[in-house]
C-alpha cells in the first residue's frame, strides 16, 4: 500500500510512516526518564520498570528494523544516488540501530547485575560505560541521519517528502548555490570512489 507518490518514487507505506513517527517520542520518553544514578535502583518497583521498559524499547526496535528493512536506503528518491552516498547512508543506519540495541541491553545488563547485588565492580562499572557510550552514539547518529534530512529535502531529491507528511517537495531544486554545492558533493563521493578503487587494484 502507497499512500501517493513523491517526485521520481513512491512514498513509504502508512504503517512506515507510523513507527518511524512514533518511535520518536518512545526514544525522548527513555532518554529523559533514563535512571540519574544508579542507586535509585534500590527502589524495586523503579527497577522493575526499567527492566520492562528497556525490554519493550528493544523488541519495538527489532521490529522496526525488520520491517525497515525492506525499503531501499533512498526510497523515494527522484533519481539513482551515487553508490558512495549509498554506503555512507547505509553505515549512519547500521549506526543508528546498533546504538538503538545496545542501549536498552545495556540498560537491562545494569539491571539484572543490580538485582544480583553487583552494584559495582568492573562487570557493572562496564555495563554502565556501555551504557553511556550507546546514548551518546545515538545522539551522534541520530544528529548526522535529521542533517542529512534536511540536506536531501533542501536539494529536493524526493526522499524527504516518502515519510515527512509535510513541505513537499517539488523537485530538485533549481537553486544555484545548491546546485553547486552538490555538484561538489558528487566530486567528493567521485574521488572517493577512484580513490577505493585504485587501492583495491594495488
Not at 78 to 83: C, E, G, I, M, T
Not at 117 to 134: N, Y
Not at 141 to 160: D, L, Q
Amino acid at each position: 500500500m502507497v499512500l501517493d507518490h513523491s517526485p521520481g518514487g513512491v512514498s513509504h507505506t502508512l504503517l512506515a510512516r507510523f513507527i518511524h513517527w512514533t518511535f520518536i517520542p518512545l526514544y525522548v520518553y527513555g532518554i529523559i526518564k533514563q535512571v540519574g544514578e544508579i542507586g535509585e535502583l534500590e527502589n524495586r518497583g523503579l527497577l522493575i520498570f526499567e527492566s520492562i521498559f528497556a525490554s519493550t524499547f528493544l523488541l519495538i526496535v527489532l521490529l522496526r528494523l525488520t520491517y525497515m528493512h525492506r525499503f531501499n536506503t533512498f526510497h523515494g528518491a527522484s533519481r539513482d544516488p551515487h553508490r558512495v552516498h549509498v554506503i555512507i547512508a547505509k553505515s549512519v543506519h547500521a549506526g543508528i540501530y546498533t546504538s538503538l540495541i545496545m542501549l536498552p541491553l545495556s540498560g537491562l545488563a545494569i539491571a539484572i547485575l543490580y538485582s544480583r547485588g553487583i552494584k559495582d565492580g568492573l562487570l557493572q562499572d562496564g555495563a554502565l560505560a556501555l551504557h553511556e557510550f550507546s546514548a551518546s552514539l545515538s545522539y551522534v547518529m541520530i544528529a548526522t541521519h535529521v542533517s542529512a534530512a534536511i540536506y536531501s529535502r533542501v536539494k529536493g531529491e524526493g526522499i524527504w517528502s516518502s515519510m515527512v507528511p509535510i513541505l513537499k517537495e517539488r523537485g530538485p531544486s533549481e537553486n544555484g548555490v545548491v546546485i553547486k554545492i552538490a555538484s561538489i558533493e558528487k566530486r567528493i563521493y567521485d574521488r572517493i570512489e577512484e580513490l577505493v578503487t585504485d587501492k583495491g587494484r594495488r
